[in-house]
């Protein structure tokens, strides 16, 4: 392991998260740096079924910790960003959750590590929704995939409910989030 003094090991994460402020969707994105791309630009035998949205990234020296690799901190903002991206394409941005009165909070995520990455490493982020009924909650499921070796180096899952913004409580879904937010089948 490297000989790092106690304030380098701790900047694993910091950089990326310093000085800006409350944790939004806006700088979220800043500090991800995920490029939209095509499902048709990466192969489909990689994904499990036909991913909704498939971002790109560039894994940065910032993203790694004491390790040298990329911190597991990171994947969860990774997932965030995918999530909050893919809802944008859907016409569905915190303005939108705002404006109706409703918006959707995390109530689970799973992270499984397969496989460490690196500074350098470029990875392929999907995203879809594997379970929605128009309850309160749905499930949306990731994937990132190492585009030298398409290999998976990460898989999860995050269980999202339904809110009403000014109460915070659970509510079932609007019809808008009910048609936007469709499960895979």
Same mark, same amino acid.
């Given at each position: 392991?490297?000989?790092? /003094?106690?304030?380098?090991?701790?900047?694993?994460?910091?950089? @990326? @998260?310093?000085?800006?402020?409350?944790?939004?969707? /806006?700088?979220?994105?800043?500090?991800?740096?995920?490029?939209? =791309?095509?499902?048709?630009?990466?192969?489909?035998? !990689?994904?499990? *079924?036909?991913?909704?949205?498939?971002?790109?990234?560039?894994?940065?020296?910032?993203?790694?910790?004491?390790?040298?690799?990329?911190?597991?901190? =990171? +994947? @969860?903002?990774?997932?965030?960003?995918?999530?909050?991206?893919?809802?944008?394409? @859907?016409?569905?941005?915190?303005?939108?959750?705002?404006? /109706?009165? +409703?918006? *959707?909070?995390?109530?689970?995520?799973?992270?499984?590590?397969?496989?460490?990455?690196?500074?350098?490493?470029?990875?392929?982020?999907? &995203?879809? =929704? /594997?379970?929605?009924?128009?309850?309160?909650?749905?499930?949306?499921?990731?994937?990132?995939?190492?585009?030298?070796?398409?290999?998976?180096?990460?898989?999860?899952? &995050?269980?999202?409910? *339904?809110?009403?913004?000014?109460?915070?409580?659970?509510?079932?879904?609007?019809?808008?989030? !009910?048609?936007?937010?469709?499960?895979?089948?």
């Amino acid at each position: 392991m490297p000989n790092k /003094s106690n304030n380098e090991m701790s900047s694993g994460v910091a950089p @990326l @998260l310093q000085n800006q402020g409350p944790m939004t969707n /806006s700088n979220i994105f800043k500090a991800s740096d995920i490029q939209t =791309i095509a499902t048709s630009d990466t192969p489909q035998s !990689v994904w499990p *079924c036909t991913p909704q949205f498939i971002g790109k990234l560039t894994v940065q020296p910032e993203h790694l910790d004491e390790f040298e690799h990329t911190n597991n901190t =990171i +994947y @969860l903002v990774w997932m965030q960003a995918i999530a909050a991206l893919h809802s944008r394409q @859907l016409g569905l941005t915190f303005q939108d959750f705002v404006e /109706s009165g +409703y918006g *959707c909070v995390a109530r689970q995520h799973h992270l499984e590590y397969k496989r460490p990455t690196f500074a350098g490493d470029t990875l392929w982020i999907a &995203t879809w =929704i /594997s379970h929605n009924e128009g309850k309160a909650d749905m499930t949306r499921q990731y994937q990132f995939v190492r585009e030298s070796d398409h290999a998976t180096v990460m898989q999860g899952h &995050t269980q999202w409910v *339904c809110i009403d913004m000014k109460t915070g409580r659970p509510k079932k879904q609007p019809s808008r989030f !009910v048609e936007a937010y469709r499960a895979v089948n």
